[in-house]
């Protein structure tokens, strides 16, 4: 049974460009979130799609954008990059509905701005 | 802007001697909260999830604890060994599916 899965491992973008982030959630997990890690600081929510609709949002500009597949699988799209958008960037699945909010993370995209 | 705050932030231990950290959260509209070990270039894996007042979790040597009302949780690492060298998150959740991360307590366990 694979885990959650990302893609690519690592990417370097210039300044100005666009990114897109790819996740596969763990089997039989309906619900993708999407974290940034910045350096020295814990995983902030960026958004979580359910049922192929962005359910939840955290504090992150409209330049982070999102999408689901039938097939669970999503990707993050960030526009207009900045060098403060370098972070590691890890996805999380889950069941939606369960009240406990188990979710299992991939092991993350870093990305890099120059 | 939610406060979850964990501490120590770092911590050296030898090998043998136990070792606790602290997670502090709202008190108000809980609904879950999480902990993970992360080690380094891999996923962060769960290691407990806690959903009531007085909760206590256990697995191995590694136990945790909940207080709700006090708005804090604590991890606590029996007879630390190297292999628990990692950064351990505890994640808050405080609403519909919203959740709050704390900045981390990296361990190091020397031999």
């Known amino acids: 049974d694979a885990g959650v899965t990302q893609s690519p491992t690592h990417l370097i973008k210039t300044r100005g460009q666009q990114v897109t982030l790819r996740c596969s959630p763990k089997?039989?997990?309906?619900?993708v979130s999407w974290y940034q890690q910045a350096l020295g600081q814990g995983p902030q929510f960026i958004f979580q799609?359910?049922?192929?609709?962005e359910r939840q949002r955290g504090n992150f500009p409209d330049r982070f954008s999102g999408h689901q597949f039938p097939n669970y699988s999503s990707e993050l799209n960030v526009n207009a990059l900045l060098l403060g958008d370098s972070a590691l960037y890890l996805c999380?699945?889950?069941?939606w509905g369960t009240g406990s909010y188990e979710q299992y993370f991939g092991p993350g995209t870093r990305l890099t701005v120059t | 802007i939610l406060n979850v705050e964990q501490s120590p932030q770092s911590l050296h231990v030898q090998e043998g001697d136990s070792t606790n950290f602290t997670c502090s959260f709202p008190s108000s509209n809980f609904y879950a909260l999480h902990w993970y070990r992360w080690e380094t270039a891999k996923s962060p894996e769960a290691l407990f999830v806690m959903t009531l007042n007085g909760d206590e979790k256990k697995k191995g040597r590694i136990s945790a604890t909940l207080n709700t009302k006090e708005g804090y949780s604590y991890l606590y690492i029996k007879g630390s060994q190297p292999e628990d060298s990692a950064t351990y998150l505890c994640a808050f959740f405080g609403g519909y599916q919203k959740v709050t991360f704390g900045i981390g307590t990296k361990l190091q366990v020397i031999p």
């Open positions: 999380a699945s889950s069941l």
């Open positions: 799609y359910y049922e192929e609709e």
């Open positions: 089997s039989g997990h309906d619900t």
